[in-house]
């Protein structure tokens, strides 16, 4: 390899290293602990978490398999199976689910907006809302 090829190789490896901690930096700085964590199954919001104190809301009964308010596990349909999501630490993670890989479970806690978790395999989109963006009633041009 020539000189250029290195520095060009060492300057795309240091803009890729500073993007990837401001990425994280803004992810860190953007958590919430007053807004909601949506639980949604194939497109519909089928329960809603508080942020502060883990309270849930049922928006669709029949897609809501059990809440368990003592130890905060909620557990909602999925494609393949229930989809078992825990409360702690103002923020929610999925602890147990069926699915090839388990990716929805390694995915961790999330209390960021910015940080969906997402089960592809059952249908299931777990996003945080800003208690700001739930009071909009609609949007000013």
């Known amino acids: 390899m020539r000189r250029n090829d290195l520095l060009l190789i060492g300057l795309v490896l240091a803009i890729s290293f500073g993007l990837f901690f401001a990425v994280q930096m803004l992810e860190a700085r953007s958590r919430v ?3 909601s964590a949506e639980v949604l199954y194939q497109g519909v919001m089928v329960l809603s978490i508080d942020l502060e104190d883990g309270t849930p809301t049922v928006h669709e009964e ?3 398999i059990e809440i368990d308010e003592d130890e905060q596990v909620y557990v909602v349909e999925g494609t393949l199976g229930p989809v078992t999501i825990a409360y702690e630490d103002h923020g929610v993670n999925v602890i147990d689910q069926t699915s090839p890989r388990d990716i929805c479970e390694h995915q961790g806690h999330t209390n960021s907006p910015y940080k969906a978790l997402t089960c592809l395999p059952n249908d299931v989109v777990i996003r945080i809302r ?12």
């Open 130 to 141: 800003r208690a700001a963006d739930e009071d909009t009633d609609g949007i000013i041009q």
């Open 33 to 35: 602990e007053d807004g």
């Open 62 to 64: 029949a897609y809501v």
